[in-house]
């Protein structure tokens, strides 16, 4: 599989990294490097401009003034009332491609400065001729490294694509190898003195430089053709979208909010990604990755887990991210069971326990969303005596409906004891005619309805609807529920 990274000097990159790399290149979407010094998160900044020939800036975060980047103010210009900069060799103005290092070195008030620059591409207001932005990065967790700060949330936000370059000691041997042998860029910079040709030293010549550019300058502008078609085919991505961000918040117990600003990030990604991949398949003959395995991808490296003071453990985390891609892994697959995929969606963000029963115990699920779902449930501090004994009775006549671990666990949680009005605490303060129609209505002549009448009576304590008439209706919605479970059930 061709890698034009490596042609670049930058080895041990997977063609997954070179893809994300292609993708902001292709959106102009901020990306941010997290990686360990020697990673080359600055060389292939520094040649993907220069093969592109776009003018390049590289700011040391940590060590920079924002007057290196602004200039300072020209004082004839005020004279007159307009504000302007005489600009320098390094200030920003006239770049087209950005490099901001060692971001997390930068004082947090530093740091805010930058906020405009990757958002707008702006500096006070003023507009600058840059195209790309990407920053780079050490891991704040790595005790390596001393002096980095927390990104600030808002800083943290503004990126699309997080990328985590590799350690040599993470490349296959060979990679390696390349990476010893490599001279380039700041390399050995004396050679030139004793040399005839002293660019002959180098590994990546600028000739080869270009030739890469000219690769990747195609792939991109055949990519910009997909990515306009794809918008147009991919019609579902938007609501994929919209419900991983559901399930990822309830999964993660609304620590991790996927923002609009995520979502839109997320939803231009995949579509550069998968555009990129159909410009790479056609230019060189590769084969089209899985789009499902694409797709999981590009959502895992668009969510900044590990970065910002958030207390998430990344690993974890994404685990989590995983299950839920998993969970909605149809939107990405031709003939896809959408039916399917919207039970499933619905069994896992209703709040209604009966309503999970009825999906859990009727509807055609996948293996993943059953074995997920019982277990949650099985684990949740909620009652759920009516599931549990309901899915015993169901297991009893159709083996297999549970899985068999949870068999176990789930026999603990069948509690007909605690089924009295006296365990509903918002009831006591009722009349007390309305506490014996409450009583009444669990006056049931097995457990199967004892558990429904009290699961109807606990809706309404908690609801604070309790009156004559809602008992009333809970009595036939009770009648009925008795009806279909003893169906569900074989009876």
Known sequence: MTKLLEQLGVYGWSVVDENLVLASLLT??????????????????????QSLGRAFMAYDASKSLFEDVLGFPNVESLKQGRVEYVPSA??????EFVLIDEI?????????????????????????AVKWIWAAMNPSDDSRYNGTQQLDAALTGRFAIFLYPPEALDMDEED????????????????????DDGLAARTVTSEETSVVGSQMAGILSAA???????????????????????????????KVKLDGRRLGFM?????????????????????LPDMVQSAKRVILASIPVGIAADGINKEEFLHKVEVCLDLLVEYFRDSSDMARTETIYRLFTCEDLLEKTRILVHEDLSELAKSKAWNDLADSGQDVSILAYLALQVEANRPGTVPQELLEKLATRVNVSSLSTGNLPKLKGEAV???????????????????????????????????????????????????????????
């Open 28 to 49: 102009g979407d901020p990306l941010l490097m997290i990686g360990a010094h020697g990673a080359a998160k600055t060389h292939v900044a520094y040649k993907t401009a």
């Open 90 to 95: 390094v200030t920003v103005w006239d770049k």
């Open 104 to 128: 997390n070195r930068a004082l947090p008030e530093l740091q805010a400065k930058w906020l405009e620059i990757i958002r707008s591409r702006k500096i006070m207001g003023f507009p600058t």
């Open 176 to 195: 390696r190898i390349r990476v010893v042998h490599h001279i380039n860029g700041d390399d050995a910079p004396s050679l030139c003195e004793w040399l």
């Open 224 to 254: 910009a053709g997909h990515f306009m078609a794809l918008r147009r085919q991919l019609d579902t991505l938007g609501e994929f979208l919209s419900r991983l961000a559901i399930l990822v918040l309830k999964e993660t117990d609304g």
């Open 267 to 287: 939803y231009r990604t995949l579509l550069a990604v998968r555009s990129v991949e159909m410009a790479r398949a056609n230019r060189f003959g590769e084969s």
């Open 433 to 491: 005619e309305l506490i014996e129609q409450a009583e009444a209505l669990l006056d049931q002549p097995n457990d199967l309805g004892k558990m429904l009448a009290y699961h109807h009576l606990r809706r309404l304590t908690d609801s604070g609807q309790v009156s004559s008439d809602a008992i009333d209706l809970a009595r036939s919605r009770i009648a009925a529920d008795f009806t279909e479970f003893n169906q569900l059930l074989g009876a």
